[in-house]
């Protein structure tokens, strides 16, 4: 192998993520089809982006957990339905009963730690896009002693900071 390798024109990174993915929908469908009942010592955490797009969870879980969040499939859980697209579940946080709906896009990791297996997923791109938000709304443009930001002449994306010393 070299360097010099030419960019894929497959998207195999996103072909095997979405594989990858579904063994995780096979094996909650496996769960699902037995009644909610894990076999033997079995149990998963299951771990997620809270904001990407079609997770549905109470707003004060989004609140406390407004990026990632991880759930632990073993005694108590309920109504567990899989689809193509993703599962949802019942489950009680701080005694509070709790309805879940995750997509497998939105899976960062999956783990069964009674036998040592675990997967870990990149996050889609839509699950990296920034929130939108209002523009900062910074102290007039008057400059005193920052630095000076300039963007690079060639087209890149490059940004130059120039520090500059104080005398």
């Known amino acids: 192998m070299t360097d010099d390798m030419p960019d894929s024109l497959i998207p195999y990174d996103e072909i095997v993520q979405e594989a990858l993915r579904a063994v995780v929908g096979r094996v909650l469908g496996e769960v699902q089809t037995t009644g909610g009942s ?17 997770v549905s969870i109470p707003p004060h879980l989004r609140e406390r957990f407004p990026d990632e969040m991880t759930v632990v499939l073993q005694n108590k859980f309920w109504d567990l339905k899989v689809d193509d697209d993703g599962f949802s579940v019942g489950l009680t946080f701080n005694q509070v009963p709790a309805k879940l ?34 523009e900062a709304e910074n102290d007039g443009s008057e400059r005193s002693g920052g630095p000076t930001v300039t963007e690079s002449d060639d087209g890149s994306n490059v940004v130059t900071v120039d520090f500059g010393r104080k005398k």
Do not use: R, S
């Open 101 to 134: 709906e995750i997509p497998f896009g939105a899976i960062t990791a999956f783990v069964d730690p009674a036998v040592d297996f675990g997967l870990q997923f990149q996050a889609t791109v839509a699950d990296m896009m920034p929130e939108t938000h209002d």
């Open 38 to 54: 894990l076999p033997g010592n079995h149990h998963f955490y299951i771990t997620f982006k809270t904001g990407a797009p079609g």
